[in-house]
C-alpha cells in the first residue's frame, strides 16, 4: 500500500511553515500533494486507501541524530530490529546509528553491516554513524573516508570524548573534504570523572559525585574555536548547560559551522530528582538544576538548538538494578521523546507545535544533509500522525526496545504517536 | 554465600541463647516514647523532624538508665533477627550494632561482602531479596554508595537502618554525636557546634548538620576550601576556612577524620599542612572557651585531626561518644522494630 489519502488532519511541515488542515496525497511512495481538505486531485486514482486524521497532527516522521542500537556485541541491551521498532513507536523514521556498537563502527564494513541489518529489519531507515577515532580511543582517526564509502553520514565517538585537541583538529580538518560534521560529546574527563550527577547544591547535599558545567562548557568552547582554526562542521550532541547553549549561540551568530542537539529529559528533569538515588535517572551529561532546564528551553525557541535527539541508550535491566555508581549511565529514550517534549514544551506554552515539530524533523535532517523530514512534494512519505490530545500511561514493560531503563514508568504522559508511515508504508498503527 | 550468613547466624544463637535468663523485661509495646516515630527506615536526619530527633535521644537516655548506662541486657527485641548488611569494611559500627542488637535480645546475623555485589555476579537488590527471604526483621546496611540504603529501603519489607552511606549520611553517629553533646550541655539549642575537616567527603558531617540545624544549634562548616563545598550553606550553616578566627565563640568542635580513601586526588597539599591548619592541639586548646567539648567520629588520625594530649585530654569526650552509640543504635533498632511489629500486624 503505497498509495494512500490521509484525510482532515492538521498538517505541520516546517520546512515550508506549513500549520493547516489539509491533505496528503501519497502515490509510489512519495508524497503527491498536499492540498485543501477534501480537493481530490485531478491524477488521483479511484479507491485510494483514506487514512482518517481528523483531530490528528500530520507531521514529517522524526529524525534522531544519534541512537545507541547496540548492535553487534551488546545485544542484551537493544539491537537493529528492536531499535528501530523502538523508534517507529517514538514515530521517527530516520534514525542514524551510533558508532558505540562493539567491536566499534570504525571500518567499512561495520558500518554496512549496521545498513544492512536495517534493510533485514525494514523498519525505519537507518544511516549509520562513523567513528572518529580507532575504537574510541581519541587517538587515530578512523577510516572516514571509507566510511563515508561504507554509508556513514557524520562521524562520532558516542559517549567518548575526543580529549585531545591536536585529534579532534584533524578529525574536523579531515571530515571537510567528505562534507560530513563530527558528533560530539563534550565533556573535560577529568573534571567528570566518577561523577554520577550535576554538580551543585544537591549533589553536595546527597554526597554524590558531581559533573560540573564546566565539564562541558570548557568543551563547548574548545570545539567551537577548533571549528573556527578548521573550518570543519562540529555539531555538539546533547547540550546539557546554560553556558554551553550562549557559546553555542554566539559561535552560530558569527556564522560557524556549530549546531547542536538536546535530549528530551534534560528538558523536563531537574537534579532534585536525585535524591531518589534511582539509577533511571542517571545519565550523561546527568541531569542539571533549573537555570540550565530554562536555558535549554530559551536555546530552543530561539533555534540556537535547532535539533532534540532522544539519546536513546538502552541499558539492560540487569545493568540498572545495582548501585548508583556501578550503574551505566543511559536513558531508553526513543519510545517517549515526543511526550516528554510536548510535556516540557508545549503544555507549558515555551514552543509551539510547528516548531517542536522542526526540532524533530528538518533541524537534525540539515545537520545531516539528509533527504528527509519535510511533506515536500517528490519526497519519500514518511510520515507520523500524533494524537495531541490524547495522554498514555507509559508501561516499560511493553515497550518495543529491548531494554525498560525509563524514569518515566507508570508516568501519564500527553500526545500518542498514532500512524507511522515509511515510504507512504503504515509500519506502525495503533 | 547462603550458607556462609546461615552458619553466622547459628553460631550467634548459641551464644544469645546462653544469656537469655538474664533479660530484663522491656517490652516493645511499652517503650518509653516521649514523642512522635513513625518511620519504619532509618535512612538520614535530613527526613527527621525536630520532634522525631528529640524522641531518639530521649529514648537513648531513658535505656541509658534502664541499662545502667548498657550494662544489662533486655528483652525488647527478643525473637527478631537483626541483619547486619556491611558491603564497606567497618568494625567500630558493625561492632557496636551488633552488641546494641544483642543487649536488646535479638538474634544478629553478619553478611559482609568487602566489594560490591556486582563483582560476584549478582544485582544489589537480588543479595536484598535473598537476605530477606531468609527471615530477617532489620536491616543494617553500610556501603560505599550514597543512596543504597534507600535502594534497599524500596525492595525490602524489613526495616532498613542506614550504618553509612558513602559519602551521604550516616544518621546514628550524627545523634551519638547530638546525644554526646546534650549529655554535657543539657541542650542544643542556641550552641555553636564546628564541625572541621573534610566535610565533602563526611557523611558524619551532613548528619551532623541536619541533625544540628534541626535542633537550633548554629552549625559552622571549617575545613580546607577544597573540603568544604559553598553551596552546603543552604543547608543552614556557615563557612569558614579558618579555624583560629572561628574557635572562640565555638562550644563543641567535632573533628572529622580526614577521609584519604574517599578523595578523589589531591584536596590539600600535605597532611604536615593539613594539620597545622586545622589540627586541634594544646595550643589551639589554649585560646578556646575552657569548657570546649572535643568531639571525633574515629577512628581517629592521631597527629592529624588531633594530638594525643587533645585527644587523651580533659575537653575531649570521645570515648563518651563510643558508649553513647551504643544507646543510640539501641534506640533506633527498637523505634524501627516497634514500627515493623505495627506494620504486620503484630506478629513478629
Keep these: 500500500m503505497s498509495e494512500v489519502w490521509i484525510r482532515g488532519g492538521r498538517v505541520l511541515d516546517p520546512a515550508s511553515e506549513t500549520d493547516a488542515l489539509a491533505d496528503v496525497w501519497v502515490r509510489g511512495g512519495r508524497i503527491a500533494a498536499v492540498v485543501a481538505p477534501g480537493t481530490v486531485p485531478a491524477d488521483a486514482a479511484p479507491g485510494v486507501p483514506v487514512l482518517d486524521a481528523a483531530g490528528l497532527l500530520v507531521c514529517p516522521g522524526f529524525v534522531d541524530l544519534h541512537v545507541s542500537l547496540r548492535e553487534p556485541g551488546c545485544e542484551e541491551d537493544e539491537c537493529v530490529l528492536t531499535g528501530t521498532a523502538a523508534a517507529l513507536a517514538g514515530g521517527f523514521t530516520t534514525i542514524c546509528a551510533q558508532s558505540d556498537a562493539s567491536p566499534v563502527v570504525d571500518n567499512r564494513s561495520a558500518a554496512e553491516f549496521i545498513r544492512l541489518q536495517a534493510e533485514r529489519a525494514r523498519q525505519c531507515r537507518v544511516y549509520p554513524l562513523g567513528a572518529v577515532t580507532k575504537q574510541h580511543r581519541g587517538e587515530e582517526l578512523a577510516e572516514i573516508g571509507q566510511l563515508v564509502q561504507g554509508g556513514a553520514v557524520g562521524f562520532s565517538d558516542a559517549m567518548h570524548p575526543v580529549a585531545n585537541a591536536e585529534v579532534m583538529r584533524r578529525a574536523l580538518e579531515y571530515t571537510r573534504m567528505f562534507r560530513r560534521p563530527v558528533l560530539h560529546f563534550a565533556m573535560v574527563p577529568e573534571l567528570a570523572e566518577q561523577g554520577v550527577m550535576h554538580e551543585g547544591f544537591q549533589s553536595t547535599r546527597l554526597g554524590l559525585r558531581g559533573i560540573p558545567a564546566a565539564a562541558q562548557d570548557i568543551m563547548t568552547g574548545r570545539d567551537i574555536a577548533l571549528a573556527e582554526l578548521t573550518g570543519g562542521r562540529v555539531h555538539l550532541m546533547c547540550v546539557s548547560t546554560r553556558d554551553s547553549v550562549a557559546r553555542i549561540r554566539q559561535a552560530r551568530a558569527t556564522g560557524l559551522a556549530v549546531s547542536c542537539d538536546v535530549a528530551p529529559h534534560h528538558l523536563l528533569l531537574t537534579d532534585e530528582v536525585m535524591d531518589r538515588f534511582d539509577p533511571m535517572y542517571k545519565c550523561n551529561p546527568p541531569l542539571r538544576s533549573r537555570e540550565h532546564v530554562d536555558a535549554l528551553i530559551a536555546g530552543l525557541r530561539d533555534g540556537t538548538i535547532s535539533a532534540i535527539s532522544a539519546d536513546h541508550q538502552p541499558r539492560a535491566q540487569e545493568k540498572k538494578q545495582v548501585e548508583l555508581d556501578q550503574a551505566p549511565f543511559g536513558i531508553c529514550g526513543l519510545e517517549t521523546a515526543l511526550s516528554v517534549c510536548v510535556q516540557a514544551l508545549i503544555r507549558p506554552g515555551h514552543l509551539t507545535w510547528l516548531q517542536l515539530i522542526a526540532r524533530l524533523t528538518r533541524g537534525p535532517a540539515d545537520v545531516l544533509g539528509l533527504p528527509c523530514g519535510t511533506l515536500e512534494v517528490g519526497q519519500p512519505a514518511d510520515i507520523t500522525l500524533i494524537d495531541p490530545q490524547a495522554e498514555w500511561t507509559v508501561d516499560a514493560g511493553r515497550f518495543a526496545s529491548r531494554s525498560r531503563n525509563t524514569p518515566f514508568d507508570g508516568q501519564t504522559l500527553p500526545a500518542v504517536v498514532k500512524t507511522v508511515l515509511v515510504d507512504g508504508v503504515v509500519r506502525l498503527s495503533r | ?348
Design chain 2, 1 to 348: 554465600m547462603a550458607g556462609q550468613a546461615g552458619s553466622v547466624s547459628r553460631a550467634d544463637r548459641l551464644e544469645v541463647s546462653g544469656e537469655r535468663s538474664g533479660l530484663r523485661v522491656m517490652q516493645l509495646s511499652e517503650l518509653p516514647l516521649s514523642g512522635p516515630w513513625g518511620e519504619r527506615h532509618l535512612l538520614g536526619l535530613e527526613r527527621l523532624t525536630a520532634a522525631q530527633l528529640t524522641t531518639v535521644l530521649d529514648l537513648a537516655e531513658e535505656l541509658e538508665r534502664a541499662t545502667a548506662g548498657g550494662l544489662e541486657r533486655l528483652s525488647t527485641l527478643k525473637g527478631l533477627v537483626v541483619a547486619n548488611l556491611f558491603f564497606e569494611n567497618s568494625t567500630r559500627t558493625r561492632t557496636s550494632f551488633s552488641l546494641a542488637a544483642r543487649r536488646l535480645g535479638a538474634d544478629t546475623v553478619d553478611f559482609s561482602a568487602s566489594s560490591s555485589s556486582l563483582s560476584k555476579g549478582e544485582t544489589f537488590i537480588d543479595t536484598a531479596l535473598t537476605i530477606e527471604a531468609m527471615g530477617v526483621d532489620l536491616v543494617v546496611c553500610r556501603h560505599k554508595t550514597p543512596g543504597a540504603p534507600h535502594l534497599l529501603s524500596r525492595h525490602l519489607r524489613a526495616g532498613v537502618l542506614n550504618a553509612g552511606d558513602g559519602t551521604h549520611e550516616h544518621p546514628t553517629q550524627g545523634l551519638l554525636d547530638i546525644y554526646t553533646i546534650r549529655r554535657h550541655r543539657g541542650r542544643i539549642a542556641g550552641l555553636t557546634v564546628a564541625l572541621v575537616g573534610d566535610i565533602r567527603h563526611s557523611r558524619v558531617a551532613r548528619s551532623n548538620i541536619h541533625g544540628l540545624v534541626k535542633l537550633g544549634a548554629r552549625v559552622i562548616v571549617c575545613g580546607p576550601s577544597t573540603l568544604v563545598p559553598t553551596e552546603i550553606r543552604q543547608l543552614g550553616v556557615e563557612v569558614a576556612w579558618n579555624l583560629d578566627e572561628i574557635l572562640p565563640e565555638v562550644d563543641c568542635v567535632n573533628l572529622l577524620r580526614v577521609q584519604f580513601e574517599r578523595q578523589r586526588g589531591a584536596f590539600f597539599p600535605s597532611i604536615a599542612e593539613y594539620a597545622e591548619l586545622f589540627g586541634m592541639n594544646a595550643e589551639r586548646i589554649r585560646r578556646a572557651r575552657k569548657d570546649l567539648l572535643v568531639l571525633a567520629p574515629g577512628p581517629i588520625n592521631r597527629g592529624v585531626e588531633l594530638t594525643p594530649d587533645v585527644a587523651d585530654g580533659p575537653n575531649s569526650v570521645i570515648l563518651d561518644q563510643v558508649s553513647n552509640g551504643l544507646l543510640i543504635r539501641m534506640a533506633c533498632l527498637s523505634l524501627l522494630a516497634r514500627e515493623r511489629r505495627a506494620g504486620s500486624g503484630g506478629a513478629a
